[in-house]
C-alpha cells in the first residue's frame, strides 16, 4: 500500500452497517478451538482456514486478499468479454475488447515470435557509440522498459501545488540490490539461475554469444547494486529530496548527458529536477562510463525483452515465467490465460473497465455508509491526538492541522480518464502495451506547468487495495477492497470497525508514520514538530522495530523492522484508533454478544481475519527482502499484542505467549 462531527453513532446508523438481525461478521468455520487464543491468535481465528487450505499452483500465496480478487475476475472478465463481443460497442468499449482480443490470439502470437520487438532492437543494436545512450534510455523508459534511471513527473514534495520532474534509480532484473550483493545460499543459487535464464532469452533473440553477453549483464547489474541505496534509506523523504538544475545534476553525476536524457524523455524545459539518490547517480554515471558500449547495448537488450516476453509466445512467456514466478516465489503454474489477459487489459485501460465495474457491482448505499465510517475514524484520530500524553500542545496543534485536511476517496474517482488518444489493435498485443506505456508516460508529463489534478486516482475501482498519499494527504479505498471479511455490511459493527474499520486507521496513520509525518497537511515536507516531541516519537517507533525484528517466519530469516516501519506504525494506529471509533459507536451501551462472543473479541477477530494467508517459502523470503509489509500472520498478531484491550478480552495473562507487559506495549497515536 502507498502509506494511506460525530460524537456518537445513533442506532438509526448502526443499522446501516448490519441488518435488523446482525451476524457477528466472524467466519466460525476457520476458528480452530484447539489452539489457545492467549497463545497463538492468529492460529486460533484462522486455524481451520490453515490447515485445509492449499495454496493454489498458480500464487505464491493464498489469504484474504487473493480470495476477494479471484471472486471479482469473473465480474471483470464478463465486462471486458460483453465489450468485445458488442459490435456496436462505442469507442472505449470497442478498445477494451480489441485489447483482451489482441492479448488472447495466442496463434498470432506464435506466429510472430518476438518480430514485435524487432524496432526496438534494431535501435540497440544499431548504437553506434555512447553519445546515444541518454534518449535511447528515455526512449526505453517510455515504453516501459527498465534502464539504469527512471524520469517521472510528480508533486514536489515541497511545494505540492506544483507539479515537477522526478529522478530515481532503476535497473535491477533482480528485485533487490541484496540478491547480487549477499553471500547467503539462497542468493548465490538465484544469481546463477538469473545468469542462465538470461543467456537463454538472449539465445532465442538470436545472440550467437548469449552466454558472455548474460556474464556482462550480470557484472554491469551487480555494479549499479552496489551504488544503489537500499530500501531502508529510501524511506526517508528528506534525503530523498534533492533539487537541482540539470546544469547541477551534470556536476553531481558527470560523463552522462543529462540534458539529452532531460530532452528525449520530454523535461527538458523543466526549471529543476528532483533527485531521489544523488550518490547513485554519481556511481551509475561512472558504472557506464567504465562499461564496454557491448555490454551496455546487451543490458538495454536483455531490459528490452525481460519487460515484453510475458507478451510474445510462448516459449518467451514460459521461460519468462520459469524464473520470474516459479524460481524466485516457488509459483508451480501459470495463469490462466483469460487471467492474464485481463490483467493486461487492466494494465492498459483499467479505469475504462472500473467504470463499468462500479456502475454494475458497488451499489451506491455501501459507498455511502462508508463515508460515514470514515468520519467515525478521523473522529477517533481527533480526539486520541488531543489526550496524547506524550505529545506537547505545539505539535498537536499542528497534527490536528494536518487531520483537518486529510482526504478520504472512497469507492470510484469523480472524473474518468480519457483514453481518446490511445490506440489499440486486435492483432497486436506488443504494440498496445508499447503504446499504453507510452500514453501513461505522456499524460503525467502533460502535468508540468498545470494545476495539480486532485481528481485523480493512482488506483482502479476494481483493485483489492488502498493507499494513502502524503503529497495530497489522502487515502484512496477502491471500491473492490469494501466487501467481505473487510466490509460486511450484513454483520455487527464489532467486526467491520476490526476489519475495515483499522485498515481505514492504518491508510490515515501514514499521514503521522515516520516518513508521512514530515509532510503537513498541504502535502508539503515540512518539520512541524518540536524537538522534545520528535524524540519521543522515535522512542516508541524503536519499540515497534525492535518487536518486529524477533519475528521469524523460516530459519534464518527474519522480518526487517527498521524497513517495516511507516507500515507496523500504520497497524499498530489502525487498530487503537478503530477500537477508539468502535467505542464511540456504542454511544455509551454495551455490546451485544453474538455467537458467544463480545464486541471486543469480534473486533480483534475480525481484524486476524483480514490477514489471513498461507506462503510459499520462497515468496516468503522475497517478501522479507523487499517488504516493507510484515507477513499477514504478524499483522494479526503484531498489533493487538500492544493493546490492553485485548489482553482484557482473551483474558491473556503473564505466561501466555501472547502477554506483553504494560510497559512494553506500545501506542503511539
Not at 132 to 146: D, E, N
Not at 386 to 394: R, Y
Not at 456 to 463: A, C, D, K, N
Not at 469 to 474: D, H, I
Amino acid at each position: 500500500m502507498k502509506r494511506y462531527l460525530l460524537s456518537t453513532l445513533t442506532l438509526s446508523l448502526m443499522a446501516a452497517f448490519a441488518t435488523a438481525t446482525p451476524t457477528s461478521g466472524i467466519e466460525m468455520q476457520y476458528v480452530d478451538p484447539s489452539v489457545r487464543v492467549q497463545d497463538d491468535f492468529f492460529g486460533y481465528v484462522n486455524g481451520k482456514w490453515l490447515k485445509t487450505t492449499e495454496i493454489p499452483a498458480d500464487k505464491p500465496s493464498y489469504g484474504t486478499g487473493a480470495m476477494v480478487n479471484d471472486a471479482i475476475q469473473p465480474q471483470v472478465r464478463a465486462i471486458i468479454e460483453a465489450a468485445r463481443d458488442d459490435k456496436k460497442a462505442g469507442p472505449e468499449a470497442r478498445k477494451i475488447g480489441d485489447m483482451y482480443a489482441s492479448y488472447m490470439d495466442e496463434a498470432k502470437r506464435a506466429q510472430l515470435g518476438y518480430k514485435p520487438l524487432a524496432g526496438e532492437l534494431a535501435k540497440i543494436r544499431g548504437m553506434k557509440d555512447k553519445k546515444a545512450l541518454p534518449a535511447l534510455m528515455s526512449r526505453l523508459s517510455m515504453i516501459g522498459v527498465a534502464t539504469p534511471f527512471g524520469m517521472r513527473v510528480g508533486q514536489d514534495a515541497r511545494e505540492s501545488t506544483r507539479y515537477a520532474a522526478y529522478l530515481g534509480q532503476r535497473g535491477l532484473g533482480l528485485p533487490d540490490r541484496d540478491y547480487y550483493l549477499k553471500d547467503e545460499a539462497r542468493m548465490v543459487d538465484i544469481r546463477a539461475k538469473y545468469l542462465k535464464h538470461m543467456e537463454t532469452i538472449l539465445g532465442m533473440v538470436g545472440r550467437a554469444d548469449a552466454a558472455k553477453a548474460a556474464a556482462d549483464i550480470m557484472a554491469f547489474e551487480t555494479e549499479l547494486a552496489k551504488v544503489q541505496w537500499s530500501r531502508v534509506e529510501n524511506r526517508d523523504p528528506v534525503k530523498r529530496y534533492n533539487k537541482m538544475t540539470i546544469a547541477k545534476l551534470a556536476e553531481t553525476a558527470p560523463g552522462f548527458d543529462w540534458k539529452a536524457a532531460a530532452d528525449a524523455a520530454g523535461m527538458g524545459k523543466a526549471d529543476y529536477v528532483i533527485v531521489a539518490q544523488p550518490t547513485y547517480m554519481t556511481g551509475m554515471s561512472r558504472a557506464i562510463d567504465q562499461a564496454e558500449l557491448a555490454t551496455l547495448k546487451s543490458y538495454l537488450e536483455w531490459q528490452l525483452v525481460r519487460a515484453y516476453a510475458p507478451y510474445l509466445s510462448k516459449p518467451f512467456v514460459d521461460e519468462n515465467f520459469a524464473f520470474y514466478r516459479t524460481t524466485l516465489n516457488g509459483v508451480a503454474q501459470n495463469l490462466p490465460l483469460w487471467k492474464r489477459a485481463v490483467a493486461g487489459v487492466e494494465d492498459a485501460l483499467g479505469e475504462a473497465v472500473g467504470k463499468q465495474y462500479v456502475t454494475q457491482h458497488f451499489p451506491a448505499e455501501r459507498k455511502a455508509r462508508m463515508d460515514t465510517l470514515v468520519k467515525n475514524l478521523v473522529e477517533a484520530y481527533r480526539q486520541s491526538i488531543e489526550t496524547l500524553e506524550w505529545m506537547g500542545p505545539e505539535t498537536k496543534k499542528e497534527a490536528q492541522a494536518k487531520l483537518a485536511k486529510f482526504t478520504p476517496k472512497i469507492g470510484y474517482p469523480n472524473k474518468w480518464r480519457d483514453y481518446t488518444t490511445l490506440a489499440i489493435k486486435p492483432n497486436d498485443l506488443v504494440g498496445n502495451m508499447m503504446r499504453a506505456s507510452t500514453f501513461d508516460y505522456k499524460r503525467g508529463l502533460a502535468k508540468l506547468g498545470k494545476p495539480i489534478d486532485r481528481e485523480e486516482w493512482g488506483m482502479t475501482p476494481q483493485t483489492v487495495n488502498a493507499y494513502y498519499s502524503s503529497t495530497m494527504n489522502e487515502i484512496v479505498f477502491p471500491a473492490a477492497i469494501l466487501q467481505p471479511p473487510y466490509f460486511d455490511m450484513r454483520a455487527d459493527d464489532a467486526v467491520n470497525y476490526g476489519a475495515i474499520g483499522a485498515v481505514i486507521g492504518h491508510e490515515i496513520g501514514h499521514g503521522f508514520d515516520d516518513s508521512g509525518s514530515q509532510s503537513d497537511g498541504d502535502g508539503n515536507l515540512r518539520d512541524w514538530w518540536t524537538a522534545q516531541d520528535r524524540a519521543r516519537f522515535k522512542e516508541r517507533t524503536q519499540m515497534l522495530v525492535k518487536q518486529y525484528s524477533a519475528y521469524s517466519p523460516l530459519p534464518g530469516y527474519n522480518v526487517n523492522g527498521q524497513l517495516g516501519l511507516g507500515e507496523n506504525i500504520g497497524d499498530n494506529s489502525g487498530i487503537f484508533i478503530a477500537h477508539k471509533a468502535y467505542q464511540i459507536s456504542l454511544g455509551g451501551k454495551p455490546a451485544p454478544v453474538i455467537d458467544g462472543l463480545t464486541g471486543d473479541q469480534r473486533f480483534f477477530m475480525g481484524w486476524a481475519q483480514v490477514w489471513r494467508i498461507k506462503m510459499r517459502d520462497e515468496a516468503m523470503i522475497n517478501q522479507l527482502k523487499v517488504g516493507p509489509h510484515s507477513p499477514g500472520m504478524y499483522r494479526a498478531s503484531g498489533a493487538v499484542i500492544n493493546h490492553p484491550a485485548f489482553h482484557e478480552a482473551f483474558g491473556i495473562k503473564e505466561g501466555d505467549k501472547m502477554y506483553v507487559a504494560p510497559k512494553d506495549r506500545v501506542s503511539i497515536w
